[in-house]
């Protein structure tokens, strides 16, 4: 009995071992190739490790590009979606939570309708109507779409919803302003699901290609990801400098992955959240 | 931006105070129903405008013949529609995205499930593992199209190199139209699975372990207790993965503009690369509008599939 059950975790281990290089394999050839010789790279003899390391690949494509430009664009313009959901969406979410109304049901289920539309749907509208009022090409056009978003507020729900309604009926009896309740009592017991919302968020903006793509066209407001498309294009001509191409690739996942790391739990409990309490 | 929130949360404050009992009921409840759409009012403003009316604008636009060099548009009614679907192109991208999800329901969600149910088990080194699985879902779709297409790369990719070491020629991945649908399929695998693997692990973890435990004291083994009591009372996370995966898979953009192109020769167009390129790139409006519609309604209908089977979780769990 105990034999069988050694044989199972070994096995499972065995799985799990060949997911887990599978998984990291792209990550690995990332690096490899940002740290590559461009002849390396293309060199018919295949060897998976690096003969050749070439460190100065990464200033080489940092200076080719006006970085510092996109990141502030990305995270200037993900930063202020965040900011402009987390108060649109607590305040609809507790709207929808501790306020009594009828109609609830009907708004509640128009957003969970909305949380469905992808951009790419609806972009023509959406650009028509900006460029009428002459935004396209301005922040405002890459963070006036996404000010209210229907996700945001259902996330913030399922946080808002499990703080006891006992407390927030304590409260008024005792005499608080709604905005009291809200700051004081609601806000700081949603702390969890604040984060995770503006993490998911954050992320999910800063990694975004088709609005940005179809919204700006002036490097000047180009972000992080439309900026590695350009790369594509721009070389085609003379041979891609695929060493560069990874460069850049790794630039634009860093930030990404250091909030990933820092707030794991946050993205699990929004990823796995939203499903088990839908 | 901020003093207005400041203010209508000012304005709702009193408005949605519990009154005491000695009002008359119906004023109270008149005074919360307007605080409550106060507060509702900055989100609903903006998902109006930004959801609500352009849905309304596509489908307007959808019955017009436009371009952006010509002011006015004509009314053509369901032209554009009859156009579609004698449109090769269009029911080829649309046979695509059916593919993808396809590919995807019937690849990604039985790895995320396995990893999950490895994960599930409680070994060492789990937290790493999940980790590894999990991060891909949140890297940039642009960085891991690119990778891939460096990995599938005719001469020089690592991938045929590999196969080359088995004696398989080398698969010209991206170039060939058997095989682009293939690749773009790849990174959305890699990309996803690990997403489902958490959905899957949250789900197996609601089931209380007794019922796998009673099971397996009554004589059956792993594989009976997997399949009589895990897989059933996994059903609600197998069909929410399901309608979320083809969702997820219809609105597949990234990956083929990065590697692609949506070529060659259309055969890895998706969806919404069609409505891009039509609308984006070719300024044809009103064929773009309708395909838009088109994706919409195949959304709704799985949306309220979702919504549906939400509603009979919640039930369950209760």
């Given at each position: 009995m105990k034999k069988l059950a050694k044989l199972e975790r070994t096995s499972a281990h065995v799985v799990l071992i060949i997911a887990a290089i599978l998984a990291l394999i792209p990550v690995y050839w990332m690096i490899r190739s940002a740290l590559a010789t461009n002849t390396d790279i293309f060199?018919?003899?295949?060897?998976?490790?690096?003969v050749d390391f070439d460190w100065r690949n990464f200033a080489q494509a940092w200076s080719s590009q006006p970085f510092p430009i996109f990141f502030l664009n990305s995270i200037a313009s993900s930063f202020l979606i965040v900011l402009c959901q987390l108060v649109t969406s607590t305040l609809a979410a507790y709207s929808l939570v501790f306020v009594e109304y009828r109609g609830k049901s009907v708004v509640f289920f128009c957003i969970l309708l909305a949380m469905?539309?992808?951009m790419q749907a609806t972009f023509i509208p959406i650009y028509s109507m900006l460029s009428s009022v002459h935004l396209i090409n301005t922040y405002g056009a890459l963070v006036l779409p996404f000010v209210g978003s229907a996700f945001g507020i259902f996330l913030l729900r399922q946080g808002f919803a499990s703080i006891p309604k006992e407390m927030i009926r304590a409260a008024r009896i005792d005499g608080a302003s709604e905005y009291r309740i809200l700051w004081s009592i609601v806000l700081p017991n949603a702390k969890p699901a604040l984060i995770t919302l503006a993490l998911l968020n954050f992320v999910y903006h800063y990694n975004d290609l088709f609005w940005p793509l179809v919204a700006t066209n002036t490097t000047n407001m180009r972000v992080v990801p439309v900026a590695l498309t350009y790369f594509l294009n721009q070389d085609a001509g003379e041979g891609l400098q695929w060493n560069h191409m990874m460069d850049a690739a790794i630039f634009a996942v860093l930030p990404v992955i250091i909030l990933f790391l820092f707030g794991q739990r946050y993205f699990v409990r929004g990823v796995a959240g939203t499903s088990i309490k839908g | 931006m901020a003093q207005n929130i400041e203010d209508v949360v000012a304005d709702s404050a009193s408005a949605g105070r519990v009154v005491?009992?000695?009002?008359p009921r119906i004023a109270s409840r008149k005074k919360t129903a307007i605080a409550g759409f106060v507060l509702m009012a900055p989100s609903l403003v903006f998902i109006g405008l930004f959801v609500m009316v352009p849905i309304v604008y596509v489908v307007y636009l959808s019955l017009y013949k436009s371009n952006l060099l010509t002011p006015h548009p004509k009314f053509v009614f369901l032209q554009n529609y009859v156009q579609l679907f004698s449109d090769v192109d269009f029911l080829g991208s649309l046979k695509n995205s059916a593919l993808l999800s396809g590919g995807m329901l019937f690849l990604s969600l039985p790895i995320g499930c396995l990893l999950a149910a490895l994960l599930n088990m409680r070994l060492k080194g789990t937290k790493f593992y999940r980790t590894v699985f999990f991060a891909?879902?949140?890297?940039?779709l642009v960085g891991s199209g690119l990778v891939f297409t460096l990995l599938l790369d005719?001469?020089?990719g690592l991938v045929n190199h590999v196969l080359a070491l088995v004696g398989v020629p080398p698969i010209n991945w991206l170039g060939s139209s058997h095989t682009a649908l293939i690749s773009v399929m790849l990174v959305s695998l890699w990309q996803y699975s690990g997403y489902y693997m958490l959905i899957f692990l949250a789900g197996l973890q609601n089931i209380p372990q007794s019922l796998v435990e009673a099971c397996q004291v009554d004589g059956g083994g792993r594989l009976k207790s997997f399949i009589h009591v895990t897989l059933p009372n996994l059903t609600p996370t197998i069909f929410f993965c399901a309608v979320v995966c083809i969702i997820q898979s219809f609105q597949a953009f990234d990956q083929v503009y990065v590697m692609t192109?949506?070529?060659?020769?259309?055969?890895?167009?998706?969806l919404t690369y069609y409505i891009f390129h039509k609308g984006?790139?070719?300024?044809?409006i009103g064929s773009s509008a309708a395909a838009s519609v088109i994706l919409l309604i195949l959304l709704s209908i799985l949306s309220l599939i979702q919504i549906r089977l939400g509603r009979r979780w919640v039930v369950e769990e209760s």
């Open positions: 060199d018919p003899h295949f060897h998976p490790w690096l469905m539309v992808p | 005491p009992r000695r009002l891909p879902y949140v890297l940039p005719k001469d020089n192109d949506g070529g060659p020769n259309n055969a890895s167009s998706t984006f790139q070719m300024y044809d």
